[in-house]
Nanobody, 124 residues
Framework: VQLQASGGGSVQTGGSLRLSCAVSGRAFGAFTMGWFRQAPGKEREFVAAIPWTGDTTYYEDSVKGRFTISRDNAKNTVYLQMNSLKLDDTAVYYC??????????????????WGQGTQVTVSS
């Protein structure tokens, strides 16, 4: 399984970006997909997750109402729409895949596959 994240960049506060993560190699439709981020000097943290059904979504509190995770199983792709970006959103964003659909979707250790990361920089 390979994950390829894209869509990062530099944006001013209040701006928007959409991240994409293309998955190849196995049955994407069966995976829970997650987004994590890591800022300089900080630990990697959970951002959002979506199970294979796509019928529910989960978010870290600080991004609720601003970020939206979605997936297109026909395209083997998961997205993260980020609106109203803040300085604190600056980080490297990683997509991840969990083949077992763990209940503990916010824990990085349950994800078996990871993308390479894409940089998001928010400036004032």
């Amino acid at each position: 399984v390979q994950l390829q994240a894209s869509g990062g960049g530099s944006v001013q506060t209040g701006g928007s970006l959409r991240l994409s993560c293309a998955v190849s190699g196995r049955a994407f439709g069966a995976f829970t997909m997650g987004w994590f981020r890591q800022a300089p000097g900080k630990e990697r943290e959970f951002v959002a997750a979506i199970p294979w059904t796509g019928d529910t979504t989960y978010y870290e509190d600080s991004v609720k109402g601003r970020f939206t995770i979605s997936r297109d199983n026909a395209k083997n792709t998961v997205y993260l729409q980020m609106n109203s970006l803040k300085l604190d959103d600056t980080a490297v964003y990683y997509c991840a895949a969990d083949r077992d659909g763990s209940y503990y979707y916010s824990l990085s250790r349950v994800y078996e596959y990871w993308g390479q990361g894409t940089q998001v920089t928010v400036s004032s």
